[in-house]
């Protein structure tokens, strides 16, 4: 009963911060109702059996990545955006397309059945804590992908120092 | 028990958010927030799918995903900085100089 009342709250939560963080103007407001959008996410995350999930979502998307958001919205210092010639010039041909996908998407869902069942009942992933059953799965069947995801975080890491990095050197030659 | 096409209901739903998003606002900070938005409909997805299906591989590959994003969040604002940089915009409509 709990877990009803607890999911409608998150999906209404959930999506009326969407359409408002996508609608305001200030991206600061939108930012923030992102975030709020992020805690939810990590309550459905809860009820669910995914408490790890849960914890990472918080500290990875809202601690680090909304909070990089933040920083360059402040670096960039973005006004409300003004009324200029637009590529596309109404707004109307994106939320159709929008609207298109949600109702194909969800008129689809009839048609969908599960495949077979894994090991991992929800008494055994409650039984061994969420974090060592992801642990267990991950370090034996998935520790390529867990390899290459250190790679790719590398990647960005040298990535960002070498596009933050200023030009002085260039144009002292 | 939450039945399952409700989780997915609403991984739809936040995804056309997404996309709309994506597709409305001409700001490149905007475009990249959009961006997460759909990342975490497809993570939502995923969990629940993994939750009904008693396996763990697809709360894995949410763990990917999230590792992902994260990359692909700090390269995509670090070259709208860079844009910033050079043409003191981030309105992705007046980055036209390949125009025809």
């Known amino acids: 009963m709990f877990n009803y009342f607890f999911f409608l709250y998150c999906a209404v939560v959930i999506v009326g ?10 991206p600061v407001h939108s930012v923030l109702m992102v975030l709020v959008l992020f805690f939810h996410m990590a309550g459905l995350y809860l009820i669910l059996n995914a408490e790890f ?19 360059v919205v402040f670096l960039v210092s973005i006004r409300e955006e003004l009324r200029m010639d637009r590529f596309v010039p ?20 009839p048609a969908f059945k599960l495949g077979p069942k894994g090991r991992w009942p929800v008494e055994r992933v409650v039984e061994v804590t969420h974090t060592k059953a992801i642990g267990m799965e991950m370090y034996s069947s998935y520790i390529l992908p867990f390899e290459i995801a250190g ?19 260039a144009s002292a030659k | ?14 995804f056309a958010i997404g996309v709309c998003g994506f597709l409305t606002r001409r700001n490149l900070i905007m475009m990249f927030l959009s961006i997460e938005l759909m990342l975490n409909a497809v993570n939502l997805n995923m969990v629940a ?15 990917f ?9 700090a390269i995509g604002l670090g070259i709208a900085v860079t844009l910033y940089r050079s043409r003191k915009t981030v309105h992705v409509d007046e980055v036209n100089q390949l125009k025809g």
Request: neutral net charge; hydrophobic residues 65%; glycine residues 6%.
């Open chain 1, 17 to 26: 911060t969407g359409l408002l963080a996508i609608t305001m103007r200030n």
């Open chain 1, 53 to 71: 999930l849960a914890a990472v979502q918080i500290i990875v998307y809202a601690g680090a990545i909304l909070v990089l958001y933040l920083f």
């Open chain 1, 90 to 109: 109404s707004s109307w041909v994106g939320r159709i397309i929008a609207a298109g996908i949600a109702v194909s998407l969800i008129s689809m869902l």
């Open chain 1, 151 to 169: 790679l790719i975080l590398l990647i960005a890491v040298i990535g960002g120092l070498v596009l933050a990095k200023h030009d002085d050197e």
């Open chain 2, 1 to 14: 028990m939450i039945p399952l096409s409700w989780y997915m209901s609403l991984a739809a739903i936040l």
């Open chain 2, 49 to 63: 799918m993994s939750h009904y299906m008693e396996s763990m591989r697809g709360q894995v590959f949410t763990f």
């Open chain 2, 65 to 73: 995903i999230i590792t992902v994003a994260a990359a692909e969040a």
